[in-house]
């Protein structure tokens, strides 16, 4: 069964430092999202991505985040200054269709993002 | 009023018994609804999509109820693999995906 798939599984940045986490979604999918869980709580929306322009982002996405299809198969998830807050686990997801179609979203397994 | 909100639990059952998790959501305009399942420290997975005419997947039944803003899992026979978190999962107007916290469930020998 095809999937999404994510790099690296684990990161560790200092405070500042400017992060890349990179996914690979499911080839035939055209909607691209980004999700965050912080440790013990719930998973977050940040921003979803059609037509190589952003279609809709949280409050959490702000100045510091970026998103970019670099190429046909990457998807990548830019944040330029990390904080302590930042620290999370990182899913990207992909969809065939969009929100008309009532199709579910496909979860990668995940980026864990650590902040030092 | 939390957009969707979910009984923590956790709920701990035997094998073979029958539970069931309920969800309310806030957004009365919400359009498709969704069960996800998450083991511990690992990606949310799709368990069924909420039809408003009810579903049946085995041994998983989803029903919603747009006029109360209800939905409901109910897992029959369950197996020690069943233990996970289950998440309610609404699109909203705005067509992303809101969560809500989960509620966990034990299965024990």
């Known amino acids: 069964e095809p999937e999404v798939t994510q790099t690296p599984s684990h990161q560790v940045t200092q405070m500042g430092q400017e992060v890349i986490l990179r996914c690979v979604p499911i080839?035939?999918?055209?909607?691209f999202y980004w999700y965050r869980q912080i440790l013990g709580q719930k998973v977050e929306f940040l921003v979803s991505?059609?037509?190589?322009?952003?279609?809709?982002k949280s409050e959490i996405f702000d100045d510091q985040f970026s998103v970019e299809r670099p190429d046909g198969s990457n998807f990548t998830l830019k944040i330029r200054s990390t904080k302590l807050e930042d620290s999370a686990m990182y899913f990207c997801?992909?969809?065939?269709?969009?929100?008309?179609?009532?199709?579910?979203?496909?979860f990668g397994d995940g980026t864990r993002l650590s902040i030092l | 009023r939390k957009e969707v909100e979910q009984d923590p639990g956790p709920f701990n059952v035997p094998e073979g018994a029958t539970v069931a998790f309920n969800c309310t959501y806030s957004?009365?305009?919400?359009?498709?609804f969704f069960w996800y399942r998450q083991d511990c420290r690992k990606e949310p997975k799709l368990l069924m999509s909420v039809y408003s005419s009810g579903n049946e997947d085995g041994r998983f039944t989803a029903q919603l109820n747009r006029a109360s803003q209800y939905i409901s899992l109910l897992i029959r026979d369950s197996k020690l693999s069943d233990s996970a978190t289950y998440l309610c999962v609404v699109m909203d107007s705005s067509y992303k995906l809101i969560f809500g916290s989960g509620t966990r469930l034990l299965v024990r020998p």
């Open positions: 991505f059609y037509n190589n322009e952003i279609s809709e």
């Open positions: 997801a992909s969809s065939e269709k969009g929100w008309y179609s009532n199709q579910p979203q496909h």
């Open positions: 957004n009365s305009a919400s359009q498709s």
């Open positions: 080839s035939n999918h055209l909607y």
